[in-house]
């Protein structure tokens, strides 16, 4: 059974979510391929990490409301971004709006699905040295990840102009 903090957070994310989104739409070439001070990525790659973000977080969420320790390292997840980061010929703005829609969907309505004790439920997380994180403060980290990074993509497609 849904919860009104699941619908809240769900709400939070599909917020910032759909911000990514029109921000996508509506960059132009210059700012796409513009360099993030920070972020050590371009603007689009910088967005696409966010799309594909959310595939992960999904994948960690699930697992802690489950009760499953989530077993990835800090260090797997540096590979896996410099892996992201260095894939040949960019991410097309196309492409990149496309995954933010779907894996945004998809992450908003499993939010929607949390019970309260989901939300309470407490587990291992790889990423924090194994320390234990409800997967509440996990739903939080979903909506920060896309605000910390959009905010930064924007400010670099600011600073063209």
């Known amino acids: 059974m849904t919860s009104e903090r699941s619908e809240r957070l769900a709400d939070d994310f599909a917020v910032v979510n759909a911000e990514a989104v029109a921000f996508a739409r509506s960059c132009p070439v210059a700012a796409w391929q513009a360099p993030v001070p920070g972020e050590e990525w371009t603007v689009g ?3 696409h ?3 594909e973000g959310h595939a992960g977080g999904l994948a ?11 077993t990835d390292s800090p ?4 590979r896996r971004n410099m892996e992201h980061a260095g894939r040949e010929g960019g991410y097309p703005v196309e492409e990149t ?17 949390l019970s309260d004790e989901e939300l309470d439920r407490t587990a291992p997380f790889g990423p924090a040295g194994g ?31």
């Open 97 to 113: 709006v496309a995954l933010l829609v779907h894996n945004g969907e998809r992450t908003e309505a499993a939010l929607r699905r």
């Open 131 to 161: 320390q234990a994180l409800p997967t509440e403060a996990m739903a939080g980290a979903l909506v920060g990840h896309v605000r910390g990074h959009l905010d930064h993509a924007r400010a670099a497609a600011a600073g063209l102009g």
């Open 75 to 78: 260090a797997d997840l540096d």
């Open 49 to 51: 990490h966010i799309a």
């Open 45 to 47: 790659v910088v967005l």
């Open 60 to 70: 960690w969420l699930e697992a802690l409301a489950a009760g499953r320790a989530v």
